[in-house]
C-alpha cells in the first residue's frame, strides 16, 4: 500500500548493506607542474583528459613546446584518455621552489585544488638560457628538489591526501661523473627520473607517470609482461642509452635513480628499479603507492565512526567486540579494494586505550606487499646426468 493511503500507521523502511558500503578509491591520478610560456597557463591549474583536448586548452606544440613535449610521451605512452592535473608555472621557478610545502603557489596549489585526487605528480622544468645549473652531472636543483619535497609529501599523508612525486633529473653537464645518490635522500615520496627520449639533457618524466597510472598501484613500472615502452630513443644527457656500459646503467640504478634501460633478448627500452630517494621501507614506489592506497581508504572508512561511542570495560579497557568491529571493518574494506593487490592486510586495535579522557583512539593498519622479481639468478652448467 503507498505511503499516504489507508489507516493511520507507522511505515519503516529496513536498508540493507550499509554496514560495508563501498569507498571507491581510484590507485593512480597524474598531475603534472611544469614550466609553462603562455601568461595565461602560469599560475593556472587545469584538468586535461587527452593530448588534443590539452592542445585546445592552449598546451599546443607551439605555444607550449615543452609542456606539449611530456603530455604528447604521456598519452602515447598510456595508449588511451585520462584525467590529468596540470600546474604551469613560471621560468625562474626552481624545482626545489615548486615542490616546497609552503609555496601556495607550486605543487601545493595543484594539489589542494584537485582536493586531493592528484596522488603521483610529475616535476619539470625547462629554465631560461641563462640558468647556471651549476658544475656537477646533474642540476643543482635535482637533489634541492628532492630535499624540498619530502615536507610536501608529509603535509599530504598529514591530511590523508598522500601523494608520490617523480622529479626531473635533468643532467647539466654529461662528461662529469655523476656523484648524487638520490637514496640517500631519506625520503620515500620522491623518485628522481633519470634519462629521456632527446639528448638535450631532459629526462623523460612523462613516460614514467604513464606507466605508473596505466597500471593498478601494486605493478611496478619497469613489469617486463607490459612490454616495452612507446619511446623509439633514449639518451641520459647528450649519450644514447646504447653507449653506456651495464655495469654504468647499473650505476645509476644502485645510486637510486629510475633510470631507462635495454634488456637482453628483448627490443626497445624499459624503465629499470621504481627506486624512489631512500633506503627504507619505502624505498620502491609499489610500496609507497600501495600504502598511500591504503591510508586513503582507512580514512574514508574510519570517517563514519567520528564523534561515535565505544563501550569500556569496568577496568577502563575497550570492549572487546566493539574493537573487533572496527578491525574487521576496516580490513574488509581494505580486501574489498586491494585483495588482488596486496598479500594479506591486519588491523590491529590495542584494548587498553584511555578512550574516556582522551577520545582517541589509535590502530595498526599492516600491508603485506607482494614480492617482485627485480633480479633472477639462473646457475647454469653442463652435466652428465639429468
Known sequence: ?????????????????????????????????????????????KTVYSLDDAANKGYTAAAEPFIHRILEEFYTELGGSMELWILGVEDSMTMAQAVTATNNNGAKKLLTQSLGKANIVGICRKPSGAYNAGPGFLDADVSAAVTASKGLGEYQQSINRPCRFLIEGRVANSNVANTYNPNSGTNGFTGVVLGGSINDGSASVGLALARAVKYPAHIKIGNGQNGALSMTSAFIGSKRLDE?????????????????????????????RDN??????????????????????????????????IRITKEGAINDADAAYLEQTIKAQIRAQMGDQISDVDVIIPTNQDVINTSTVEMQVKIQPFGYLTWIIVNLGLTQNT
Request: charge should be neutral; proline fraction near 3%; charged fraction near 15%.
Open 244 to 272: 653506456f656500459t651495464p655495469s654504468e646503467l647499473d650505476a645509476y640504478a644502485s645510486s637510486g635513480f629510475m633510470v631507462f634501460h635495454i634488456r637482453e633478448g628483448i627490443s626497445g627500452f624499459f624503465l629499470g
Open 1 to 45: 500500500m503507498a505511503q499516504g493511503t489507508g489507516t493511520p500507521k507507522i511505515i519503516t523502511n529496513v536498508s540493507n548493506g550499509n554496514l560495508l558500503r563501498q569507498v571507491t578509491i581510484t590507485d593512480g591520478v597524474p598531475g603534472l607542474v611544469a614550466t609553462a610560456n603562455t601568461v595565461g597557463l602560469i599560475g593556472t591549474v
Open 276 to 309: 624512489m630517494a631512500t633506503n627504507d621501507d619505502f624505498r620502491i614506489l609499489v610500496h609507497g603507492r600501495l600504502i598511500d592506497k591504503a591510508q586513503r581508504i582507512a580514512a574514508a572508512t574510519t570517517t563514519n565512526f567520528l564523534e561515535t561511542s
